[in-house]
């Protein structure tokens, strides 16, 4: 789980004004929560006052994989993770 404004601080954190993005992130939750509800994948998404995250038994993921230390997981990783976000530095650190 991760807290609006954890979200917020990820998706902009080169936004000086992040209170401003506020209205705009629960836009976006909103949209993703419908489509996602729409496809019949409603229930990939847990929801809590203030916060929300994944399911993870809802989803198929080479991390989580990676991270149960199942030998597919591990072989998934080919060097390569989140390279486009800053945030992403941490866990590359932590799959090499």
Do not use: P
């Amino acid at each position: 789980m991760c807290t609006n404004n954890e979200i917020i601080s990820v998706l902009w954190e080169d936004e000086d004004d992040l209170n401003g993005k506020q209205t705009y992130f629960k836009s976006i939750r909103r949209d993703m929560l419908s489509v996602l509800k729409k496809l019949g994948c409603g229930d990939v998404i847990v929801q809590r006052r203030g916060a929300f995250g994944i399911n993870k038994e809802s989803v198929q993921c080479d991390y989580y994989d990676w991270r149960s230390g199942s030998v597919e997981g591990i072989n998934a990783y080919r060097g390569e993770y989140m390279a486009q976000y800053s945030w992403g530095e941490l866990t590359h650190g932590m799959l090499k």
